[in-house]
């Protein structure tokens, strides 16, 4: 048996794998990576009798991904593989998806505002609800919610922050894209949470920066009394990005960057 050792730069970490080569099969030996063997036919014994495996073998062996450059000749090692625990949060939440009932937010090509905000954070709270975050909704489905009832449920229940979720929309340019977050003043925590928002949702849904606001005359941002932002997930008078909208990956991805914000407001 001849044991060899790999170095795997991986996000910045150095994993250190311990392989053992014994054995023989067509190509002369055998690579058991965690008792599995290897199927690799890049893999080979040199002269000297070093076992030589392709990194790609490895890594893929590992549930890695592998990309190649070839301009820089560079071999990108990225991992799901290394699992990390993920902090669990005792908070309570309150999402609240904007507008509902005949309150339809805003209207292009057939899509209704409202029904855009409620999918997106219901499925921000199905996230939050995984990392241990207690999450009420102020509301679950197609209903009209008053206003001053969405911040009292928050102000009532005395949770840690409300985020409102919406979705854009500008009457007079038909291209104008991106995230817009807001608070009530810049001397909030809201406004920290905002842009925590701001950061997370545009990393996730790779979108565009439209930008943040201090808004003082948005009820739900001036009647809530707990840390309150509101998310704007893009523009429907943008036809393409109302497209990306109502994809349910992009959907995703913005809950996604919702999630994180908001955790990331609870870690600190
Ligand atoms: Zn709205």
Redesign the pocket.
């Known amino acids: 048996m001849k044991r060899i050792y790999a170095l795997l730069m991986a996000l910045g970490l150095i994993l250190l794998l311990s392989l053992s080569a014994s054995g023989a099969n067509q190509s002369g030996f055998r690579i058991l990576v965690d008792g599995e063997t290897l199927d690799s036919p890049a893999s080979y014994i040199s002269q000297d009798g070093t076992a030589m495996v392709s990194l790609r073998a490895i890594a893929e062996a590992l549930g890695c991904n592998v990309v190649w450059d070839p301009v820089t000749r560079t071999a990108s090692v990225s991992s799901a593989a290394l699992p990390e625990e993920a902090p669990q949060y005792s908070a309570l939440v309150v999402l609240d998806p904007?507008?509902g009932g005949e309150a339809n937010?805003?209207e292009y090509g057939g899509v209704m505002?409202k029904d855009l905000?409620l999918s997106i954070a219901s499925q921000a709270a199905v996230l939050l609800e995984e990392a241990g975050v207690t999450v009420l909704m102020t509301r679950t489905d197609d209903r009209y919610v008053d206003l001053y009832d969405r911040t009292a449920l928050a102000n009532g229940q005395k949770a840690d922050l409300f985020v409102s979720v919406?979705?854009n929309a500008n009457v007079d340019h038909d291209d104008v894209t991106g995230i817009y977050t807001c608070a009530y003043s810049r001397d909030t925590n809201g406004w920290r949470l905002a842009q925590l928002l701001h950061q997370t949702m545009r990393e996730a849904a790779g979108a565009d920066d439209f930008g943040m606001e201090e808004r003082p005359n948005l009820a739900v941002l001036r009647t809530s009394l707990v840390p309150a932002a509101l998310v704007?997930c893009g523009f429907m008078s943008t036809e393409e990005e109302l497209a990306r909208l109502v994809r349910p990956e992009y959907q995703a991805k913005l809950a996604r960057g919702i999630a994180d914000g908001i955790l990331a407001y609870l870690a600190q």
Do not use: D, K, S, V
Request: hydrophobic share 10%.
């Open positions: 904007g507008h937010g805003a505002e905000n919406h979705c704007e």
